[in-house]
Each structure stands twice: as C-alpha cells, then as structure tokens.
C-alpha cells in the first residue's frame, strides 16, 4: 500500500532563516505530487504541484521554492522566512494520469515563524 | 464568484440527528468530485468520492447535481465522533489547449459539532 511520510511535524523558526520541508512517498511510481498551506482558521491553498522529476508548476507568488530532485521527493524550501509564512503546511500525492484522482495527504507540519 | 463555495456553518446538532451540507462549483466542466474530513489540527482525510449516480457509505450519502452545479453530503444518525470540518473538493479543468488536467480546488470547509 502506498504510504507517504512528511517531517518535521512541528517548527519553529526565526524570521530570515531558511526552510527546507522533506516529503515522500512509497509503493507508487511517478506520483502527482503537491505542497498546500492551511494558515489558521482558513482554507487549504495550492503552493507547487509536480507531475514528475524536475517538473514544478507554482500556483501563488511567494518567497517558497520547491524541488523535486527524485521521483517520490518533493521538498519546500526558503531562503529567508517570513512572518506569513507560518500556517499547516501539507504535502499529498495523487496517482499519475491526471483525471482527478484523489489526494492523500501526509501529516503535515505545523510551522511558526516568530 | 468562487470556484467552489461551502456554507462554512458552524452545523450543530444533536447525536442521532440527520445533517446535510452542500457544496457549489462553477464551473460546468469539472468532472471530478470528493468530500474530504479534516479533524482539529490533522491533515485532511479522504471520506468518499462523489458519483454521477450518488453513492452511499454506511451512514454517509453523497449526491451530485450537474444540472445546478453543487454536490452534497448526507450524514445519517449523527455520532459525536462524526464532529470535524467537512471539504468539498472539485476538479477544476485547465482551460482548452493546456497540457494539464487542471488542479483539485478546495472549499474552505463547513464545520460540524455533533453534541450529546
């Protein structure tokens, strides 16, 4: 069964300092692959999706980056944080083909920059 | 108008009741549709997929209406377990042309408090 693993659960970071949020998935190949952010009290937004290596579509404007350097990696990264950039952040994966399967997320991780 | 709209509640109803919430999109093409579960502070979980003919899960129905464009999502003989922040999730297609399916685009949720 596929499994997929997020970490770390819980951050807290300083303003400017740099982020790097690791996700990944087993038991499935070549997975549509996302990062969301929940900032409290709101709804789930698309940051990056991936639909394979190397391949990165980024939805919103922001100072986030994210990489996909292996086929079930997907990585958030910042060079220097923001107050806004505390919230939920989640990554989840969909299978391959694109017809609207559904996500399954992973159990997120709960970050706060102070 | 917004791509996909939820009455954000709060629902609260006693346990035993029947509660139905639904969820509008807007747009005609999206072919693709599920209710998720999200719980205090975890990460949403899918409940059921939403089908042209409507399907039932135990105590859970879900129905959709092409025709005004929303699904929804019947709970029956509520539990207090059942309490917890219900999304509606749609596909929304990429515009003609593009190379992609489009992205599944959540709504904010509605929220649900079953009480003793």
């Known amino acids: 069964s596929q499994t997929i693993h997020q970490w770390p659960a819980t951050l807290v970071q300083p303003v400017g300092s740099p982020l790097s949020l690791e996700c990944t998935v087993e038991?499935?190949?070549?997975?549509?692959l996302y990062w969301y952010r929940q900032a409290a009290g709101r709804g789930l937004q698309l940051l990056f999706y991936?639909?394979?290596?190397?391949?990165i579509s980024s939805e919103v404007p922001q100072n986030l980056s994210a990489s996909r350097p292996q086929d079930r990696q997907f990585i958030l990264s910042s060079k220097k944080l923001l107050l806004s950039d505390s919230g939920f952040y989640l990554c989840?994966?969909?299978?391959?083909?694109?017809?609207?399967?559904?996500?399954?997320f992973g159990n997120g991780t709960r970050l706060t920059v102070t | 108008r917004k791509e996909v709209e939820q009455d954000p509640g709060p629902f609260n109803v006693p346990e035993g009741a029947t509660v139905a919430f639904n969820c509008t999109y807007s747009?005609?093409?999206?072919?693709?549709f599920f209710w998720y579960r999200q719980d205090c502070r975890k990460e949403p979980k899918l409940l059921m997929s939403?089908?042209?003919s409507g399907n039932e899960d135990g105590r859970f129905t879900a129905q959709l209406n092409r025709a005004s464009q929303y699904i929804s999502l019947l709970i029956r003989d509520s539990k207090l377990s059942d309490s917890a922040t219900y999304l509606c999730?749609?596909?929304?297609?990429?515009?003609?042309?593009?190379?992609?399916?489009?992205?599944?685009?959540f709504g904010q949720g509605t929220i649900l408090t079953v009480h003793p």
């Open positions: 989840a994966w969909s299978e391959w083909g694109g017809r609207g399967t559904p996500l399954h």
């Open positions: 038991g499935t190949s070549n997975p549509n």
């Open positions: 991936s639909v394979g290596i190397g391949q």
């Open positions: 747009n005609s093409a999206s072919q693709s």
């Open positions: 939403v089908y042209s």
């Open positions: 999730v749609v596909n929304i297609p990429k515009p003609a042309g593009g190379t992609s399916y489009g992205k599944l685009t």
